[in-house]
């Protein structure tokens, strides 16, 4: 049985943290003497109202939440923060249509980073904080979060993680999820703190500094200046934010024992760390050859735009400090791939994730070695640990729904009448969670052109994706609705 009132009572309390994150970035508009205050402070009133009125329908209820509940939850409040997080570009008339307001919000707190705007630079100030905010909240997870701010779930707040955690595994740095989630976030914010005072020594201005810092590290890709990176023309700062790209697409626990504890042997024994430094030199070594012969570039310049590229697109961040579609044909094919791949489970990254990869090679490589030797036993290790059968299934089971998901996206943005290439291009992104497309809806151009059906379709999406699938999908189904 779905518990309903403990459901109502948990997503009350999320909208009342999405009320204080509205009201701090009312701040904003007062400081600068901007017109977007009152769409702020609606927002609030309106999300405090559908707060309260939840936690009253939730009185009583008791502190046990089952996994299905847990999925309930999980998925209710991506879609309900959206709902409630559009209202600021809605109110404000910045975005005056639902349709594109839903988008541009589901795709910041999925941190896929496509964007429906045309002129980000005209955004007033606390409309673009809330965009990157957007992005830092929901690149950890929305209820990630509140299991780090508020002790609201306890022992119960295993179930949210693991309907919300990315990854086929679920590593924990401490018995008590509470605390595991206060060690994540304060590496987090670590993070975003030490890349904005190093974006303040290029010369970037404090508050792009912080607006790019918490969407680097989100790997959601949302940028202060409609031509992203591209827009400062400074090496420093494309370096700057590549490192930090690559960091956020490290599983996290993994980074919390390597850069708080000091273990960087356990960093290279792991193996999904060597697929995705192997994957991302790989790589970039074939852009850099190919934009040499190619492109009137020298070798640092092919060499920065190949890895800020790719980095970009394999973490997932969509930041673009050059458009690939004007590169030769050949390296769209390859940035299409680099798309599917995905960084480390456990990271803000989406798309496969390269443990699956790694995994899937090795199964790949046993199913040649049997052939030969029919009675052989050949277990599947990553970072020497055997890989039980079970999770072979799953992942097989993930694979093959992922890339129908594509398959199904891609025909139903088709029958909404964009093209071929430029349909697949936005399948693959959104269900990857990765921002900038091919052809038309690549790196140098938005999203706004889609029709208003293909942008509902990427904006499920997007959610599919972010929660791996099986989440979401999963409401979906009889069995799950069944009593038993």
Not at 8 to 19: D, M, N, P, T
Not at 36 to 45: C, E, K, P, Q, R
Not at 64 to 76: A, C, F, L, P, W
Request: contains cysteine; glycine residues 8%.
């Amino acid at each position: 049985m779905i518990n309903a009132k403990i459901i109502s009572k948990i997503i009350g309390i999320l909208l009342y943290i999405e009320a204080a994150l509205l009201l701090l970035c009312a701040l904003f508009p007062i400081c600068y003497g901007e017109d977007d205050l009152y769409g702020f402070l609606y927002s609030v009133a309106v999300t405090v109202i559908a707060g309260t009125v939840l936690l009253f329908l939730g009185k009583g209820a008791e502190k046990h939440t089952s996994r299905k509940d847990g999925y309930v939850i999980v998925s209710m409040s991506w879609v309900i923060f959206s709902i409630f997080g559009m209202l600021p570009f809605y109110l404000s008339g910045y975005i005056p249509d639902i349709t594109n307001a839903f988008f541009e919000t589901m795709s910041g707190f999925t941190s896929t980073g496509a964007t429906i705007l045309d002129n980000i630079e005209s955004l007033p100030h606390g409309l673009l904080f809330w965009r990157s905010m957007t992005q830092w909240i929901g690149g950890l997870g929305i209820v990630f979060f509140t299991i780090a701010v508020l002790p609201i779930f306890g022992a119960e707040g295993i179930q949210l993680f693991a309907a919300e955690a990315t990854g086929p595994t679920h590593n924990k740095l401490h018995p008590r999820i509470g605390v595991t989630a206060q060690w994540i976030w304060s590496l987090y914010l670590g993070l975003t703190v030490a890349e904005t005072i190093l974006l303040c020594f290029g010369g970037m201005d404090l508050f792009d500094s912080i607006c790019h810092s918490m969407t680097t590290t989100a790997t959601g890709g949302y940028s202060t200046k409609q031509n992203s990176i591209a827009a400062y023309n400074s090496p420093y700062i494309e370096y700057i934010i590549t490192l930090f790209m690559f960091l956020s697409g490290i599983n996290f626990t993994l980074l919390f024992f390597t850069l708080l504890k000091g273990k960087i042997r356990k960093l290279f024994q792991d193996t999904e760390f060597r697929w995705y430094v192997g994957t991302v030199l790989f790589f970039t070594f074939f852009i850099v050859i190919v934009l040499m012969f190619t492109s009137p570039a020298g070798l640092e310049e092919s060499f920065r735009k190949a890895i800020f590229q790719v980095v970009s697109i394999q973490t997932t961040t969509g930041f673009a400090s050059t458009d690939y579609m004007n590169w030769t044909p050949v390296l769209w094919l390859l940035m299409s791939i680099v798309m599917l791949f995905g960084a480390c489970a456990g990271s803000t990254s989406g798309a496969i994730k390269c443990v699956r990869i790694a995994i899937l090679a090795q199964i790949a490589k046993n199913q040649f070695k049997r052939i030969l030797h029919p009675n052989a036993v050949l277990p599947i290790r990553i970072s020497h640990n055997v890989v039980p059968t079970g999770m072979q299934s799953t992942l097989l089971a993930f694979i093959i729904v992922y890339i129908t998901a594509i398959f199904i996206g891609w025909l139903l943005i088709m029958l909404t009448g964009v093209g071929f290439m430029d349909s697949y291009g936005v399948a693959v992104s959104s269900i990857g969670n990765i921002g900038p497309s091919l052809g038309a809806y690549g790196p140098a151009y938005s999203w706004n052109t889609l029709p208003d059906l293909a942008k509902w379709i990427c904006s499920l999406m997007m959610l599919i994706g972010r929660l791996e699938l099986f989440s979401v999908l999963l409401l979906f189904t009889s069995s799950f609705w069944k009593k038993s």
